[in-house]
């Protein structure tokens, strides 16, 4: 079978532009979360978000093309080349056998929230021609594959807050099968908006924590009261290995295994005893015929939601036994909040990055244990640890998991 390596991260996350900034912050604890400043919240019971606030695309797209493509899309396309050129792709020797897949959830929500205040206050005239292209989930892909020549499979998944996940897993099974020799593959998504707010706010799902935005999201924790929404992009270029080692790449792990379930409970609800989840690590263990005594961490889904983390924890139990309580457990959702269809991405890149440094990313604003949560959490400051395998957790709304297994190339 043909083994996948990751030659290449890029990342844009709230708080930090670039994998070194990025990876810095996961590991300082310290949360990105604010009073949102895109738009005026006024009227909205929730204020804060996991906001990327000094973010500028036109250096590198040009003014032009920043005002003709969404946000979501500009996230993708300062990600990728990140990534691209941190593997030393170049269009001429790898254009044709390099593809392109990137989850994205929810596409350009703002923008077409945008354009219906313009039809319905200014009339269809004033629509700009290009809203619907540039809104589509796909013109992530699309876009980025267009600018970087790839040529070979190019897809968008939507899985609601697993979409990076699955994009990542399901981009290494086309290398593993000969379709291509690399993909760039990840989540991307900029979703904050008035609609996208309210919506979650009827749900119940945000916490409310307006005048305390720093500690809003709490993963894991007993006196966690709901998600804060994020936004960025995070993405892998993935390789076969044989192929990375004939150009010299540089490896940063090893994907050894992918799995993907589904909870067939309820559209918003995980399942009792996070039985989904817990098949879906059980898959992804299999896939890379790893034994649970190899995992040393697991970045988790905890979306500081009360149901998931308790779901989730389970889950893990349910997988490991007794050994469930010798892992370190994190969800750096604790810094960036839940980036929705960029968060399996993201929390890739995370997780990529401890095995390669042997660092574990603690769990923001984790004070207070609850029963329902048993585990290591990793409080308070980043730790040492020798990792040799990693778990990257992801579920989305419809009850759809997935699960990444990085291993450490020592």
Request: net charge negative; glycine share 12%.
């Amino acid at each position: 079978m043909r083994r996948i390596v990751v030659t290449g991260l890029g990342i844009v996350s709230p708080r930090g532009i670039g994998l070194a900034k990025a990876w810095d912050a996961a590991l300082s604890g310290k949360s990105a979360v604010r009073k949102i400043s895109l738009f005026d919240t006024t009227d909205l019971p929730v204020s804060i978000a996991g906001e990327i606030s000094d973010f500028d695309a036109s250096e590198l797209l040009g003014a032009k093309t920043v005002r003709q493509t969404s946000r979501f899309v500009q996230f993708a396309c300062v990600a990728a080349n990140e990534a691209l050129v941190d593997a030393g792709y170049s269009p001429e020797s790898h254009g044709n056998r390099c593809g392109c897949m990137i989850g994205v959830a929810i596409g350009g929500l703002g923008e077409i929230e945008e354009s219906s205040c313009v039809l319905k206050e200014l009339g269809p005239s004033k629509i700009l021609p290009h809203t619907l292209p540039f809104s589509l989930p796909n013109m992530a892909a699309g876009y980025v594959a267009i600018r970087h020549q790839l040529f070979g499979p190019n897809l968008a998944i939507a899985t609601a807050c697993a979409s990076g996940s699955h994009a990542i897993g399901e981009a290494a099974l086309h290398i593993r099968r000969g379709d291509c020799d690399m993909m760039l593959a990840g989540g991307a998504e900029a979703a904050i908006c008035p609609l996208s707010i309210a919506c979650f706010a009827r749900m119940k799902a945000l916490s409310r924590r307006n005048d305390e935005p720093e500690q809003a999201s709490r993963p894991f924790d007993a006196d966690r009261d709901g998600f804060v929404m994020g936004e960025g992009c995070g993405l892998l270029v993935l390789e076969e290995l044989e192929h990375a080692k004939k150009r010299g790449a540089k490896i940063y792990a090893e994907l050894a295994g992918y799995g993907l379930s589904a909870d067939a409970f309820h559209f918003t609800t995980p399942a009792p005893g996070g039985i989904g989840l817990a098949n879906c690590m059980t898959a992804a263990l299999k896939d890379g015929a790893i034994d649970t005594t190899e995992i040393d961490y697991i970045n988790a889904h905890g979306t500081s939601t009360v149901a998931n983390d308790a779901l989730e924890s389970e889950a893990i139990q349910s997988v490991f036994g007794v050994g469930a309580n010798h892992l370190s457990v994190s969800s750096t959702k604790g810094v960036t909040g839940h980036c929705l269809g960029a968060a399996g991405g993201i929390e890739a890149v995370f997780t990529v990055m401890t095995v390669r440094n042997g660092m574990i990313p603690p769990t923001a604003n984790y004070e207070n244990p609850d029963p329902a949560c048993p585990l290591d959490y990793t409080p308070g400051n980043a730790r040492e640890r020798k990792v040799r395998v990693a778990l990257s957790n992801s579920s989305g709304f419809g009850g759809q998991n997935a699960c990444l297994a990085f291993r450490a190339v020592f």
